[in-house]
């Protein structure tokens, strides 16, 4: 199983940005896929995550409002756009799948975000 993250980069505060995560080897149709980042210095966080069967998110209160997490079945991939970023969402990204609901089993490398102000 791999699951290929992509889309970070470097953007101002206030912008966007689209992350993607691609999954291969397997699907999760009953399982969870989502996000955690972690920033220099500090712990990994989690940021998002979408149960793969009925579409129910949930997000960290930190971007509630301002982050979407979706997935497209046909392509077995994840997306996470991120609007009206801050400075504080700066980190590395990494994109996480289970095969249930209850447990994220795969990892996959990160991709860094970098918010300036």
């Known amino acids: 199983v791999q699951l290929q993250a992509s889309g970070g980069g470097l953007v101002q505060a206030g912008g966007s940005l689209r992350l993607s995560c691609a999954a291969s080897g397997r699907t999760f149709s009953n399982g969870v896929m989502g996000w955690f980042r972690q920033a220099p210095g500090k712990e990994r966080e989690f940021v998002a995550r979408?149960?793969?069967?009925?579409?129910?998110?949930y997000y960290a209160d930190s971007v509630k409002g301002r982050f979407s997490i979706s997935r497209d079945n046909a392509k077995n991939t994840v997306v996470l756009q991120m609007n009206s970023l801050k400075p504080e969402d700066t980190a590395v990204y990494s994109c996480?799948?289970?095969?249930?609901?209850?447990?994220?089993?795969?990892w996959g490398p990160g991709t860094l975000v970098t918010v300036s102000s």
């Open positions: 979408i149960i793969w069967s009925t579409g129910s998110t």
């Open positions: 996480t799948a289970g095969g249930r609901v209850s447990a994220f089993d795969y």
